[in-house]
């Protein structure tokens, strides 16, 4: 090798792998609740900023359109169709139940991860099965399609290239405004609460979930699975993270933990492998510190949970099941018979 080369080598290393400093705009551990209030507001602000790099995109008529349809257990699902900006269709899948009693029902929005589609959120032997676990209870779930056919300026280095240094419209935020368009669009259908709106995901879909809830505050509960981590160990110490979950002008500004600090006072439900080999346990739990001081901040501390299940990069029902029943209830009559 030789001496340039190794220099280059060296040069690339240590961009990988330099440890950031303290966010430069994460919330004060010792602020009062009027504080970090503000703090929100103007984080808030901020997040906004970054995921639209400036103004978010202008809405557009949705000239929405549904497709085919099929019929499931307890539900029925329907290709949906609609602009959620100019020049820019979201597609996805919208599941209702056979017998809704005549109800307005809690709506979930169930984001699947990397190489998934929304058909796998409807497929119970598929690790984004959710969708499908939801809508049989009940629920009205709409899946969008975030894969990166999906978006605008993906690149075929976006899994391993060099972290991004300009974005013109970072592709988290292209899923962010799919998502907050697509809520837009549903409230517009008949038979949806709209006080009761909660958003699923593992692994990219978390962390779309996440991003989307900080965003959103009509989202009422959040449930993210396989994504929690310190943002200096994801993207300079993992070297494995897909780039198109990289915010370039986030990089100092905000830790991961802050954003899920922009859910609180909400019902927040995170989990976590033990044995899961791309978010590391311990990292995790170090994120988690945070995010439960942010809610103990807010006078909330019941609605945040660490869920640690013994498995890998995976998504178990049992717990995130307890929190829909409680802070999204489906009333008696809607309920399926069986």
Same mark, same amino acid.
């Given at each position: ?26 919330? &004060? ?7 970090? %209030?503000? +703090? *929100? ?44 900006? !100019? ?7 919208? %599941? ?9 029902? &809690? ?21 984004? $099965? ?15 399609? #975030?894969?990166? =056919?999906?978006? =605008?300026?993906?690149?075929?280095? #976006? ?11 970072? +592709? ?16 517009? *259908? ?54 198109? *979950? ?32 791309? $978010? ?9 510190? $945070? ?8 006078? !909330? *501390? ?37």
């Amino acid at each position: 090798m030789s001496l340039h080369t190794r220099k280059l080598v060296l040069i690339t290393v240590w961009f990988f792998t330099s440890p950031l400093f303290s966010a430069q705009k994460s919330f &004060p551990l010792n602020a009062t609740p009027e504080e970090f %209030a503000k +703090w *929100q507001t103007e984080t808030r602000a901020l997040l906004s900023d970054l995921l639209f790099n400036g103004v978010p995109p202008e809405e557009v008529p949705f000239e929405a359109t549904f497709g085919k349809s099929e019929m499931r257990e307890n539900y029925e699902l329907t290709e949906l169709s609609f602009f959620d900006r !100019a020049g820019h269709r979201t597609t996805g899948l919208l %599941a209702r139940p056979l017998k809704p009693g005549g109800e307005k029902l &809690p709506l979930v929005i169930a984001c699947h991860g990397h190489d998934g589609d929304a058909y796998d959120v409807f497929d119970p032997e598929s690790m984004y $099965f959710y969708g499908d676990y939801l809508a049989k209870k009940g629920y009205i779930v709409f899946a969008p399609n #975030i894969e990166h =056919e999906y978006l =605008e300026g993906i690149t075929k280095t #976006i899994h391993w290239g060099l972290l991004p240094k300009k974005v013109n419209f970072p +592709w988290m935020g292209q899923r962010v405004w799919m998502v907050k368009r697509a809520i837009d669009f549903l409230l517009t *259908q008949p038979g949806i609460d709209p006080e009761k709106i909660g958003i699923v995901g593992l692994s990219n879909g978390s962390m779309t979930s996440m991003f989307a809830s900080a965003f959103d505050p009509r989202i009422k509960l959040t449930v993210c699975s396989g994504s929690l981590i310190m943002y200096e160990r994801m993207w300079h110490r993992e070297l494995i993270h897909c780039r198109c *979950q990289y915010i370039p002008r986030m990089e100092g500004v905000l830790d991961y933990y802050d954003v899920f600090a922009l859910i609180a006072p909400r019902a927040l439900v995170i989990q976590n492998g033990l044995k899961d080999p791309i $978010f590391p346990i311990h990292s995790a739990v170090k994120a988690f510190t $945070f995010i439960r001081r942010a809610y103990v901040i807010a006078g !909330a *501390q019941d609605q945040v949970i660490l869920d640690v299940h013994e498995g890998a990069h995976q998504f178990q029902m049992d717990v995130p099941s307890a929190w829909f029943a409680r802070v999204l209830p489906i009333p008696e009559q809607s309920r399926p018979v069986r």
